[in-house]
């Protein structure tokens, strides 16, 4: 058939080798070392002349299927797969940075990204430089010789803060650097991050793909279109092989920090892919209804969801992700005290964190994930303490709805 769409493909994706009880599901191999029939054999293994799986630290064949499914949709050069969706910004830029080296990327991030950034990698002689991912001239301006990619969050979190993608990969390929983006917030069965220039794609698995909170996963999409060659750490590397940043990740970077996915959270994701375009149309149709219904109430003193035509980033987010991106919305009241009465009085709604759960959930971001920051911080990365983060479940509308106005009459 010719015109099998690629998420179609990957529910008929064949076993690298056929299962002897002809399983529909790929089987859960929790080995951690193979057997080799001869030491010839186990040589070229291990020195990479086969394709044969040596030790599970290293790839294992749940977890390689997994990653065959995910660019097998997404239609990339490479696919990783890690045990956390820090894991793959982590293990990112590890490989791509270097000491005397820089970020160039928004104060608008999530917390632990900020911190990885400008506590972890510091250490090691990083530098982060921040400025609006908004304005094309301030991203030029930080860009040197030594920026070793722009950072940015598809649809910040919890800021809802949008940059124009192709401006941002146009000025960053200009200076010869590549694009690096947390695309988490829209799965990528709904967006396709290479059509806007994108060059490595970091997930947190653990949201859309687990199937609702089931399991903690991260991914690392390589696109495979950026010329490593510019890259003073990578450079050497992309005479050999065709993506240097896939080739240092998977035979150094990720070996040795020993962040691979589990096979049980494999098998369990690659489940959720099956059914997360059905998902995602549910959970992000939902919230912009909830979004516009929140409007109308007294209490709210507004709400933030890009989907909304009145919204800053409408019409940017329109043409890259279409009318409903993604299923988190924030909306603010009066004060921290209000916010933690609502929060206090709901009834369905669960008081909770992590994104796109079947189950909705929301959190006050100030007071936990960015709750060690300091005041000057928060107000630097546009964290308020009148903010609620809202994750749209499956529940119906009107359920959810119902509950956040009982919360608010209260």
Same mark, same amino acid.
């Given at each position: ?97 270097? *000491?005397? &080296?820089? !970020?160039?990327? @928004?104060?608008?991030? $999530? ?7 400008? #506590? ?115 450079? *050497?590397? &992309?005479? !050999?092989?065709? @993506?240097?940043?896939? $080739? ?7 070996? #040795? ?154």
């Amino acid at each position: 058939m010719n015109k099998i769409n690629q998420e179609d493909r990957s529910l008929s994706l064949n076993y690298p080798k056929p299962d002897p009880y002809g399983s529909l599901s790929m089987p859960v191999y929790h080995a951690l070392a193979y057997e080799f029939s001869t030491a010839e054999e186990m040589e070229d293994a291990f020195c990479g002349r086969t394709d044969e799986h040596t030790y599970s630290r290293v790839t294992n064949p749940t977890v390689q299927f997994y990653e065959e499914r995910v660019k097998t949709i997404t239609d990339a050069y490479g696919v990783t797969a890690l045990n956390s969706g820090m894991a793959a910004i982590s293990n990112t830029f590890l490989t791509l940075a270097w *000491s005397g &080296s820089n !970020i160039v990327t @928004s104060r608008h991030l $999530f917390g632990n990204t900020y911190s990885f950034f400008v #506590n972890t990698l510091k250490a090691f002689g990083v530098e982060t430089r921040f400025c609006d991912v908004t304005d094309p001239a301030d991203v030029a301006d930080n860009l040197d010789e030594n920026s070793c990619a722009v950072f940015v969050e598809v649809i910040s979190n919890p800021q809802m803060e949008v940059a124009d993608l192709k401006i941002l990969s146009r000025v960053a390929h200009e200076n010869n650097v590549p694009l690096i983006a947390d695309t988490t917030i829209v799965p990528f069965t709904s967006f396709k991050a290479k059509d806007f220039g994108i060059d490595i794609d970091v997930i947190s698995s653990t949201k859309y793909i687990s199937g609702g909170g089931t399991s903690l996963g991260g991914l690392i999409i390589d696109y495979g279109k950026f010329d490593w060659g510019h890259s003073p750490k990578l450079s *050497s590397l &992309s005479e !050999i092989t065709e @993506s240097a940043f896939h $080739f240092k990740l998977r035979k150094e970077i990720h070996r #040795n920090m020993g962040a691979y996915m589990t096979p049980d959270v494999a098998f369990i994701q690659s489940l959720g892919l099956e059914t997360l375009s059905v998902r995602y149309e549910r959970h992000s149709s939902s919230c912009l209804e909830l979004a516009k219904r929140l409007k109308t109430l007294t209490g709210v003193k507004s709400v933030n969801y890009t989907g909304l035509e009145d919204n800053i980033w409408h019409k940017v987010s329109q043409n890259q992700f279409g009318e409903y991106p993604g299923a988190m919305l924030t909306f603010d009241l009066e004060s921290k005290d209000a916010c933690f009465r609502f929060m206090n009085r709901l009834q369905i709604i669960h008081r909770a964190t992590n994104l796109f759960d079947n189950k909705s959930l929301i959190i006050h971001p100030a007071s936990t994930i960015y709750g060690t920051f300091t005041q000057e911080q928060r107000s630097d990365m546009g964290i308020k303490e009148t903010t609620l983060r809202m994750s749209v479940g499956l529940e119906s509308v009107d359920t959810l709805f119902s509950d956040i106005k009982q919360a608010l009459e209260g």
